[in-house]
Nanobody, 114 residues
Framework: VQLQASGGGLVQAGGSLRLSCVAS????????IAWYRQAPGKQREMVAA???????KYADSVRGRFIISTDNAQRSAHLQMHSLNPDDTAIYYC?????????WGQGTQVTVSS
């Protein structure tokens, strides 16, 4: 299983970005897909997750601003981010849980300027 994340970049506070994660090597659908982020000097944290049954979960810090979705039979996921602020600056990683294993993508940098 390989994951390709894209969509990061530099945005001003208040702006929006959309991250995408495409999984290859999956037969069928993923059990769950999640986005994590890691800011400099901080631990990696879960931002948003979605299961094969479309149940979603969000970190308190992003609830109401970020939306996670999937398409292509749960082989790709998107993270729509609105109202970004400098605290959202981090490397964002895609994680796919498939057949009892977790897989990580390479990460995409999101930088929010004030």
């Amino acid at each position: 299983v390989q994951l390709q994340a894209s969509g990061g970049g530099l945005v001003q506070a208040g702006g929006s970005l959309r991250l995408s994660c495409v999984a290859s090597g999956i037969s069928g659908s993923a059990d769950a897909i999640a986005w994590y982020r890691q800011a400099p000097g901080k631990q990696r944290e879960m931002v948003a997750a979605i299961t094969a049954g479309d149940t979603t979960k969000y970190a308190d810090s992003v609830r109401g601003r970020f939306i996670i979705s999937t398409d292509n039979a749960q082989r790709s996921a998107h993270l729509q981010m609105h109202s970004l602020n400098p605290d959202d600056t981090a490397i964002y990683y895609c994680n796919v849980y498939y057949e009892l294993k977790g897989y990580w993508g390479q990460g995409t940098q999101v930088t929010v300027s004030s």
